[in-house]
């Protein structure tokens, strides 16, 4: 049996009312450009999320058509794609290497935007891909090396093991970045922006590729 006491109710009347006059309306929002627009967003998240403002969900389908969702850290946007890096043995990885498609979706909560993207997906360059692992904090690469992403897991001690064995392995060296883990980036074929607004008459924005640009339009809420 449900328990509707957990869900919060909707917003009031009155609630509405406070937020309408809380704020002055805020412009439209700019059809120049889709990455411009991301960026400007992407950087008051920074300032305003309380954590991981670059967490994106992922979202694939299986052999048979499922669709599969997770969230992941955003590391690299420009006007090529947007980037993640993962084990390519994981569920994403060998659901993108079958059908290289994927929607993304970022949700800032603080400031009541959202950005959907959808897009093919390719791999990194080894030299994009080696340049980020370089950055990534020594027990993170170690881990890298260890993890068998998406695989069962016998128990935690398995993983321990795993990672002592990694360590003695590369000792007080370099660790380089595992030929099995990479960065795939999502070229958008659509992004669409979404601001709430009061009374759930929120702004959607929507940009589509046209060739070398893109096209815009706006849809009901």
């Avoid at 795939?184 to 992004?191: S, Y």
């Amino acid at each position: 049996m449900s328990d509707k006491t957990l869900i919060p109710p909707s917003p009031s009347e009155d609630d509405y009312v406070r937020q309408v006059s809380a704020a002055e309306p805020p412009p439209l929002l700019s059809e120049a450009d889709p990455f411009a627009l991301f960026r400007e967003w992407l950087s008051e998240a920074v300032e305003r999320e309380p954590n991981d403002a670059n967490a994106v969900a992922v979202a694939t389908a299986d052999e048979g058509g499922m669709p599969d969702v997770r969230m992941v850290l955003l590391k690299d946007v420009d006007e090529r794609g947007f980037v993640f890096y993962t084990n390519l043995g994981s569920a994403k990885g060998r659901q993108l290497a079958a059908n290289p498609q994927a929607a993304l979706l970022f949700h800032w909560k603080s400031l009541r935007r959202q950005v959907r993207v959808r897009g093919t997906v390719s791999r990194v360059t080894d030299e994009e891909a080696d340049a980020y692992f370089a950055t990534r904090a020594r027990a993170s690469q170690i881990g890298a090396w260890a993890s068998e992403q998406s695989q069962p897991l016998p128990d935690r001690l398995a993983l321990e093991k795993r990672i002592a064995d990694v360590g003695l392995r590369f000792g007080l060296g370099k660790v380089p970045r595992p030929p099995h883990w990479s960065g795939f980036r999502v070229a958008p074929q659509v992004i669409e922006f979404w601001r709430d607004r009061p009374f759930r008459l929120h702004e959607r924005l929507v940009f589509a590729r046209a060739g070398d640009g893109w096209t815009t339009r706006r849809l009901y809420p």
